[in-house]
């Protein structure tokens, strides 16, 4: 059975890319928080992600104004189809709620664990 988001898998080095470029470890498990995602000049890398979504998945997801919570939804699309899981975990510490994003390997991962930019 075929992907409902891609026309093609996208390579791992691409998403390995959108990690580095959004400042999200490659060492996994990764955690992150939302807030310290880097979300500058990412124009490049939606256009080289574009070409591997089907067409109406591209629009949905790729074609509007990306803030934060919609790249941590792209991460969750490129990990599950490379067999990680992207989780979450909310706490609350003093009254201010904290969400921390965790990437990890499961089962069927297919790609290795970490890459070496440079």
């Known amino acids: 059975m075929g992907s409902q988001l891609f026309r093609?898998?996208?390579?791992?080095?691409?998403i390995l890319k959108i990690f580095h470029s959004l400042c999200v470890p490659t060492e996994f498990p990764a955690t992150f928080q939302r807030g310290?995602?880097?979300?500058?000049?990412?124009?490049y890398l939606l256009s080289?992600?574009?070409?591997?979504?089907?067409?109406?998945?591209?629009?949905l997801?790729?074609?509007?104004?990306l803030g934060p919570k919609e790249w941590i939804t792209i991460l969750r699309h490129l990990c599950e189809v490379h067999g990680y899981e992207l989780s979450s975990k909310e706490t609350t510490r003093d009254g201010k709620k904290t969400v921390f994003y965790t990437i990890q390997r499961t089962a069927a991962a297919k790609v290795p664990l970490k890459i070496d930019f440079s």
Do not use: F, G, V
Request: charged letters at 25%; proline letters at 12%.
């Open 8 to 14: 093609e898998l996208p390579p791992w080095t691409l």
């Open 36 to 43: 310290t995602l880097t979300i500058i000049n990412m124009e």
């Open 48 to 59: 080289e992600l574009h070409p591997y979504y089907k067409p109406n998945k591209a629009a």
């Open 61 to 65: 997801y790729l074609e509007r104004d």
